[in-house]
T-cell receptor, first 111, second 115 residues
Framework: NAGVTQTPKFRVLKTGQSMTLLCAQDMNHEYMYWYRQDPGMGLRLIHYSVGEGTTAKGEVPDGYNVSRLKKQNFLLGLESAAPSQTSVYFC??????????FGPGTRLTVT | AQSVTQLDSQVPVFEEAPVELRCNYSSSVSVYLFWYVQYPNQGLQLLLKYLSGSTLVESINGFEAEFNKSQTSFHLRKPSVHISDTAEYFCAVSPTTSGTYKYIFGTGTRLKVLA
């Protein structure tokens, strides 16, 4: 039982490049989330999904897209990376509105 | 609408001293309450939760929190802290009504335990 895993763990991008972050969970959770964490800003929700094939915008969705084609996976895409997207990205999943299980994070630097 | 307020952004405390991390919330619906802990360079992990029943909940490593409905608070306490408790702590609420997503995290309190 791996819980929530994230790929990759670290990434450096140049401005304008694109990339996809992969989140996978093996707990059969319906709900999945993508957050970013910046110093002094706490956790900010980017997008979330309450089931396979559904996604919704969170607090800071601009510049990101997501897809939930399979229940166990939640992908976060950056189409044209900007320095303001330098952050630590966390994926999480939950059974309904109960506790969330977090992945280890992806540290992204955009130069 | 829901909101979570963690009044203290940083709390320094000496080892073996007691500590209280404050969390107040606002909600028009019934909520579940959570405390998460984040150690350096790791993701958040659940510390304890209140879903229903006894208003005093405990974690396996000596933390406890009490749900106070009248004061809309869920403060986290530990009678004697260790160096290893140094971490950031997040309070969170979510509505008890399934199908309604509104999970809210506080901005976090950084606990620094001093030797």
């Amino acid at each position: 039982n791996a819980g929530v895993t994230q790929t990759p763990k670290f990434r450096v991008l140049k401005t304008g490049q694109s990339m996809t972050l992969l989140c996978a969970q093996d707990m059969n959770h319906e709900y999945m989330y993508w957050y970013r964490q910046d110093p002094g800003m706490g956790l900010r929700l980017i997008h979330y999904s309450v089931g396979e094939g559904t996604t919704a915008k969170g607090e800071v969705p601009d510049g990101y897209n997501v897809s939930r084609l399979k229940k166990q996976n939640f992908l976060l895409g950056l189409e044209s990376a900007a320095p303001s997207q330098t952050s630590v990205y966390f994926c999480a999943s939950s059974f309904l509105n109960y506790e969330q299980y977090f992945g280890p994070g992806t540290r992204l630097t955009v130069t | 609408a829901q909101s979570v307020t963690q009044l203290d952004s940083q709390v320094p405390v000496f080892e073996e001293a007691p500590v209280e991390l404050r969390c107040n919330y606002s909600s028009s619906v019934s909520v579940y309450l959570f405390w998460y802990v984040q150690y350096p360079n790791q993701g958040l992990q659940l510390l304890l939760k209140y879903l229903s029943g006894s208003t005093l909940v405990e974690s396996i490593n000596g933390f406890e929190a009490e749900f106070n409905k009248s004061q809309t608070s869920f403060h986290l306490r530990k009678p004697s802290v260790h160096i290893s408790d140094t971490a950031e702590y997040f309070c969170a609420v979510s509505p008890t009504t399934s199908g309604t997503y509104k999970y809210i995290f506080g901005t976090g309190t950084r606990l620094k335990v001093l030797a």
